[in-house]
């Protein structure tokens, strides 16, 4: 694994629920990939994924598309793969030849799901398309003619569209409002400018809880009085601190006792996810960012041994504050009593908490290039990842199981 780093990134329905993980490598010399780099890297991602990881925990069990370089898929390597998780996708630079046809076709009959990559139709395609079950658009890639011109071509195709670069929430809507029925893109980690509109009543409420949360002068008592008649915020808390993320000796029955045993650090940080994950018209996939990027920037403090890993945590978790809000992040720090160097790294990046969320922020986007970062080596630092995607699965399980059946029906399709 050394030297080796391996993303996901999310695939959402029409409902922006997670349906699926593009699986991502990259080799340590920047986003291009040649072909012989792809059939290291694809392997890579198997072995990882796979076999150290474990596919349960890459993806929570939901689908795993996978890029598949020709040699690939002309060979035996992709059979070790089980065909009910993964789908294979056939990269849009690969000469169409009967060989790999007909290895497809053998890869179809032995139940994989086949989807097209970055697809430019032209009448080569036609014998995979088909046996392709999924085709994705740059959309980014081909203006709204061109995408309009594919539509009408692959309608007699038993195919299922998939929208990837999408990346505003504008493009989801109008792409959703073609009937694409996949999308795949960065629109969730920037909010949608909001003008002339009144904030929702329940993220005004969350943002005065936080505000009074993170308030230096706020004592046990007072933080339990806000909490406890918020029946369904109390009942998450106290099933959080009873459930096995923290192993305490026995049961805690009230607020008050949670936050005397555990502390106002461990207590914000709980309570803050609770509340955000709280917020209405929002994707649980969100959350699940929100909780890596948090936990990610802690361990990273702690790998460091800096002395407030606590706040790291917190800048992770509210570096997609602006995309739950749907206001200007500027305005979100300056609304709450944070550290000045929380509030620094948010607001810029600023600083040695800015730099930490920074490298997380690149490893999410898959912009790595296999150097030491923060004086921590890439091993190092991939073991953090891997740890913090562990961490939010758990973490999301005891606050809010998502619901699969879209995953399944994807799957079945």
């Known amino acids: 694994m050394h030297n080796v780093y391996v993303g996901r990134q999310p695939i959402f329905d029409s409902n922006q629920r997670v349906l699926a993980y593009e699986l991502l490598s990259r080799s340590g010399q920047g986003n291009r990939v040649t072909e012989l780099e792809g059939n290291r890297a694809t392997s890579q991602v198997m072995l990882n994924a796979f076999v150290a990881i474990g596919l349960e925990q890459m993806t929570g069990g939901k689908p795993a598309f996978i890029n598949c370089t020709r040699d690939l898929l002309l060979g035996e390597t992709l059979g070790a793969l089980p065909a009910d998780r993964v789908v294979l996708e056939v990269l849009e630079d690969m000469e169409i030849d009967p060989p790999l046809v007909e290895a497809v076709r053998r890869k179809v009959d032995a139940g994989y799901t086949i989807a097209l990559d970055d697809f430019v139709y032209s009448r080569q395609w036609d014998p995979l398309l088909e046996m392709a079950s999924i085709v994705k658009l740059d959309v980014l890639a081909l203006d709204r003619r061109e995408i309009q011109r594919h539509l009408r071509l692959l309608r007699p195709f038993n195919v299922k569209l998939l929208a990837e670069k ?41 943002m005065q809880l936080l505000s009074r949360l993170y308030d230096p002068q706020a004592e046990v008592k007072e933080l339990a009085k806000m909490i406890e008649p918020d029946l369904a915020l109390a009942y998450k808390l106290l099933r959080y601190i009873n459930s096995s993320l923290f192993s305490l000796p026995g049961e805690i029955r009230s607020i008050q006792q949670a936050i005397t045993l555990l502390g106002l650090n461990e207590i ?95 490893y999410e986007a898959c912009v790595w290039d296999g150097r030491a970062r923060l004086g921590l080596s890439p091993d190092e630092i991939q073991r953090i990842y891997w740890e913090s995607l562990s961490w939010s699965t758990r973490t999301l399980a005891v606050a809010a199981p998502a619901a699969d059946a879209g995953a399944a029906a994807l799957m079945s399709e």
């Open 166 to 206: 999408v990346e505003t929430p504008e493009d989801f809507a109008h792409f959703r409002d073609l009937n694409f029925d996949y999308f795949q893109g960065y629109f969730l980690s920037r909010p949608s400018v909001v003008e002339g509109q009144c904030v929702p009543a329940n993220r005004l409420a969350v």
């Open 268 to 362: 914000r940080r709980f309570a803050s996810l609770v509340l955000m994950s709280s917020i209405d018209g929002k994707p649980p996939e969100l959350m699940n960012i929100s909780l890596i990027r948090a936990r990610m920037c802690q361990g990273l403090a702690e790998a460091l041994q800096e002395p407030d890993a606590a706040t790291y945590f917190i800048v992770g978790l509210f570096s997609s504050l602006d995309a739950f809000m749907d206001r200007p992040m500027a305005e979100l720090v300056d609304s709450l009593p944070l550290p000045a160097a929380a509030q620094a790294a948010l607001a810029g990046h600023e600083g040695r908490m800015g730099e930490a969320l920074q490298l997380v922020l690149d």
